[in-house]
Each structure stands twice: as C-alpha cells, then as structure tokens.
C-alpha cells in the first residue's frame, strides 16, 4: 500500500492520520465493500491529504482485519494513527 505524504526523518513535522472506519454492504453479493478512509494531517493540524483504501470482504471479522492491517502498516511506516470512526 503506497502513501503520500512521507516527511523526512529530521523534519520538525510529525504525520499524523485520522481515519474513519466504514463498512459498505453490496447486497447483489456475498462479499461486502470494505474501507479506510484516511486522512493525512501535518503538525499544525492541516490537511494535507485523503486516501480511500477498499477491499471486498466476505464478513464483518475479515473487514475489520482489513481494516487492523491498514492501520499496522500506516503506524509502520512511522504515522500516528488517531481512529475517528468505527465500523457501521
């Protein structure tokens, strides 16, 4: 998963993201659209931008795993993640 907005290691900026949780259901089939909406702030809190991550799920427990391993490999890639939402 690629992520803009990456500051070098000796800036003075921190990444800070906030992420909203949601659960998108496609009743046609099995599966239901997953997603992350994630949003880059730098450290004087202004938004500087929006990604959507998505991914069809067959159930609520393989979404919210989903969700978990967007979550680990923004806070790897040395992000803080702050969640402002919760699955519907």
Avoid: H, W
């Avoid at 089939?29 to 991914?55: A, D, H, K, P």
């Avoid at 040395?78 to 519907?88: K, L, M, P």
Wanted: overall charge negative; glycine content about 10%.
């Amino acid at each position: 998963m690629g992520v803009a907005g990456l500051v070098n290691a000796k800036s003075t900026f921190e990444n800070t993201v906030k992420i909203k949780l949601e659960k998108l259901t496609d009743s046609e089939t099995m599966f239901q659209l997953c997603g992350v909406t994630v949003t880059f702030y730098n450290s004087m809190g202004e938004i500087t931008g929006q990604q959507l991550y998505t991914s069809d799920q067959p159930t609520l427990e393989s979404c919210l795993a989903y969700q978990a391993g967007v979550i680990a490999d923004l806070r790897a890639q040395g992000y803080i993640v702050e969640i402002i939402g919760d699955v519907n």
